[in-house]
């Protein structure tokens, strides 16, 4: 018994001892502190610039509208009458330069018609226009022709002692020429328009040269209406040998 009891003494103490031996060589390492809480940016402060006292003093953007210096103010509002005793009923929402257009581009029209721009169609020439008597004793005539205003496709025809001598011309800025050869006696030369053109009636100018080079004569036909002609009477005799070709009042 008395060995039984000193064992377990003896284990007991050796128990002991190991255990400090043990915790005196021995340091844990503690584990690291995480702080898990996220860190929390404050919202930016917000001043109100009416309730927050500063030194600067406000600035007040002025009003031109209210100082009759710079813009003064008139009595006639927007869309009102601009006075009570106008008989116009004009109001404001109207553009003044509204009453000068219609001048102007009369003014303008007029302009470019002069400067042979552009043709105005007005009241077409319904008749035929007669060009006279022309006396001559040459063998022939040259007839040159071209468009007096604006190219705007203007057609005719010549016709001679009532032959078709030029079925279609088409007239140009420059003259274009055809002859016609004449009997003894009466003759007769016909030039139809064919065609009004884009910007107006038929418009045309011709010149007309003898044998030996003379000018005969030169006029125009202005807003000839289709299917009317200028119309000319040439009349040959040999007996007028160099003497000046008479021309006949139209």
């Not at 813009?71 to 553009?95: C, H, L, R, V, Y």
């Not at 009466?186 to 003898?210: C, K, R």
Request: proline fraction near 5%.
């Amino acid at each position: 018994m008395k060995h039984i009891l000193f064992f377990i003494l003896f284990f007991i103490v050796l128990t002991a001892s190991a255990q400090v031996e043990f915790n005196s060589g021995f340091k844990p390492i503690p584990a690291p502190k995480l702080d898990a809480k996220t860190k929390k940016i404050p919202a930016p402060e917000i001043k109100n610039p009416q309730t927050e006292n500063t030194d600067i003093p406000s600035i007040k953007t002025p009003n031109v509208f209210d100082n009759p210096m710079i813009a003064p103010k008139s009595k006639f509002q927007i869309g009102e009458e601009k006075s009570k005793f106008s008989m116009s009923t004009e109001n404001d929402f109207a553009n003044p330069g509204d009453r000068y257009v219609g001048k102007m581009e009369k003014d303008l029209d007029k302009a470019v018609k002069d400067a042979g721009l552009k043709e105005g169609r007005g009241q077409l020439v319904r008749k035929n226009l007669e060009f006279g008597n022309i006396y001559t004793s040459s063998a022939y005539f040259i007839i040159k022709c071209r468009d007096a205003g604006a190219i705007d496709g203007d057609l005719i025809k010549a016709i001679f002692n009532d032959d078709v001598l030029v079925e279609r011309m088409l007239l140009d800025s420059g003259y274009q020429k055809f002859k016609i050869i004449f009997n003894e006696g009466f003759n007769t030369l016909a030039i139809e328009a064919l065609n009004i053109g884009s910007l107006g009636g038929n418009t045309g100018g011709f010149e007309i040269f003898d044998a030996e080079g003379n000018h005969i004569l030169s006029d125009t036909w202005d807003n000839l209406d289709t299917g009317f002609k200028a119309k000319f009477i040439i009349v040959k005799d040999s007996k007028l040998l160099k003497k000046a070709p008479k021309k006949a009042s139209k």
